[in-house]
């Protein structure tokens, strides 16, 4: 197995040759273009669309409880 010292000090030695080289800066640019390609869509981050999830999720609860109460007093008034 390796070791993480090994690991983490390739990794460092990786990520600051990346950042001396055209790499990091076409990382820079491709990231710039994605994040204003994905600003122009309509779109939600995970954690928005967890909690509308879980929103949801309540609801459907409520509503059958619902429908059961008034299915329940439907049969009171019968």
Known sequence: ????KVFEEFSGRLASLLAASPAADIE???KAMLGAFF???DLVTREEFDVQAQVLARTRDKLKDLEARIAALEQQGR
């Open 28 to 30: 820079k640019n491709v």
């Open 1 to 4: 197995m390796l070791d993480p």
């Open 39 to 41: 600003s122009k869509l």
